[in-house]
């Protein structure tokens, strides 16, 4: 018996990264996947490997939610969870983010989360899961992430008030905050700057001296927590953010 046996969830992002192992995880717990993504080779081969659906999503087009969801009818006849996973990362100050960059940010991880629960939510009738991926950001500030930092502390907005509104028909929505973990978003070249791998190698130093547990975080470690968040286990939990950031968030370490 899988944790999610015979749901049916839809997680964005799904090609790679955190959303990858989120959907294989999900599979693996006895769930009907429906794996969405932009990235339509590798999402497509992610859901081939997994039993699962592929739909190409933009999260930030509205008429695309709807021929997903279009889908998700077709295929299973209902939905019950969503993960909402799909976001992008951009490095720059305040003061030099063209407005084009910081719009992007936001129409991706803010507007798009906005269309997942607004669509899902609507049609899950019998109740539901859904998870909003935030950030250790959403909870702090962090230089040089500016527009996903606002993005993120957005999400958690909406988390909360779809929580308080969705409950009484069942609906509980929870979210994800996630510290430096180790995805392609991650990596400076995968996310819009430059150095490739000796920046890469860099970054990972970096967060080897500034979080307590000494790493960077596994995409699988936060599946496991999408996977709490979406399960009976978590049945009277909803509106809340959980951080998974290796003590990131807990303070600053002197010795």
């Not at 839809?10 to 009907?32: K, P, Y």
Request: aromatic residues 6%; glycine residues 14%.
């Amino acid at each position: 018996m899988g944790k999610l046996d015979g749901r049916v969830v839809l997680v964005t992002g799904a090609a790679r990264g955190q959303g990858e192992q989120e959907a294989r995880l999900f599979a693996q717990e006895g769930a009907r996947v429906v794996v969405a993504d932009v990235l339509d080779e590798p999402g497509e081969a992610v859901a081939k490997e997994i039993g699962a659906r592929y739909v190409h999503l933009d999260v930030g087009r509205e008429d695309d939610w709807q021929a997903a969801l279009a889908v998700v009818r077709e295929t299973y006849g209902r939905i019950d969870g969503l993960v909402n996973n799909a976001g992008i990362l951009r490095f720059n100050s305040l003061l030099d983010t063209p407005l084009d960059e910081f719009m992007e940010v936001v129409r991706v991880n803010q507007v798009g989360c906005f269309l997942g629960i607004r669509t899902v939510g609507r049609e899950m009738a019998q109740g539901g899961t859904i998870v909003n991926t935030a950030s250790y950001t959403g909870l702090t500030g962090m230089a040089a992430v500016g527009a996903y930092a606002a993005s993120k502390h957005a999400i958690l907005g909406l988390t909360r008030v779809a929580a308080l509104e969705l409950a009484r028909r069942g609906i509980r929505v929870n979210a994800v905050c996630p510290g430096a973990v180790d995805t392609p978003m991650s990596r400076p070249a995968a996310a819009g700057g430059a150095g490739g791998e000796e920046a890469a190698r860099a970054i990972e130093g970096f967060y080897r001296r500034l979080v307590p547990l000494g790493r960077m975080g596994r995409a699988e470690e936060v599946a496991r927590l999408a996977l709490f968040l979406s399960c009976e286990d978590s049945s009277y939990i909803t509106g809340q953010p959980f951080v998974i950031d290796g003590g990131w968030l807990a303070g600053v370490s002197v010795v």
